[in-house]
């Protein structure tokens, strides 16, 4: 039983192109994210939800926009893939967002590689 | 400063070595600290929480100090599948949520 998934685990595109990764946890929690890790292997925030609601919306572009249907999902959709867009993107969950000892449980990453 | 700094490595050691790794956090809101364990090419796990009082878990031991605002993690013993990248990890109160902030992680090798 995979905690959390996402799909695809490799996507290979176009500058120009529009994509989607999709994110889906089976572990009952309130909390998703995506983080974007690129080549100096720098995990950084980009998104938190808090079932279904938006709650850290980091210094990402406006290309990049966040879809919760549900709190078992969290899906990211991206606008007019560029070069610099090119990394592992991971999806994560936790219980709450913080405050307490919370352990976040990571999705298998979607290597993302814009030409 | 980033607000969570650790030594890039590599720290390259040979089996049966002990080693220990440090990390800095710039923001005295802390609330609650881990090391995750993040192999090549796959996702980070977590290794352990650390508590104020300092845990341990087999050969690994993390300790927690408030008052200067760092982290460690002491290895001992080290075994070859302990070869991998170290992330400190801090979650605490910043700019009206709890985030959880991530160091670069320190790469450890550990050799035959």
């Known amino acids: 039983d995979t905690a959390v998934s996402q799909t695809p685990k490799y996507l290979v595109t176009q500058m120009g192109n529009d994509k989607s990764i999709k994110c889906e946890q089976n572990l009952g929690h309130d909390t998703m994210y995506w983080y974007k890790q690129d080549s100096k292997k720098f995990l950084k ?27 078992a999902h969290l899906n990211l959709h991206i606008n007019s893939l560029e070069l610099g867009d090119s990394a592992v993107y991971f999806c994560a969950s ?19 590689t814009v030409l | 400063r980033k607000e969570v700094e650790q030594d890039p490595g590599p720290f390259n050691v040979p089996e049966g070595a002990t080693v220990a790794f440090n990390c800095t956090y710039s ?9 995750y364990r993040q192999d090549c090419r796959k996702e980070p796990k977590l ?66």
């Not at chain 1, 079932?51 to 990402?60: A, D, F, G, P, Q």
């Not at chain 1, 936790?94 to 919370?102: A, E």
């Not at chain 2, 923001?27 to 090391?35: G, L, R």
């Open chain 2, 47 to 112: 290794l352990m929480s650390v508590y104020s009082s300092g845990n341990e878990d087999g050969r690994f031991t993390a300790q927690l100090n408030r008052a200067s605002q760092y982290i460690s993690l002491l290895i001992r013993d080290s075994k070859l599948s302990d070869s991998a990248t170290y992330l400190c990890v801090v979650n605490g109160w910043a700019s009206g949520t709890y985030k959880y902030i991530f160091g670069t992680g320190t790469r450890l090798k550990v050799l035959a």
């Open chain 2, 27 to 35: 923001n005295s809101a802390s609330q609650s600290f881990f090391w």
């Open chain 1, 94 to 112: 936790s219980q709450k967002g913080g405050g307490t000892y919370n352990e976040q449980f990571f999705g298998p990453g979607t290597r993302l």
């Open chain 1, 45 to 71: 925030i980009m998104f938190s939800y808090n079932n279904k609601e938006l709650i850290i919306n980091e210094t990402v572009p406006n290309r990049f926009s966040p879809k919760s249907p549900d709190k």
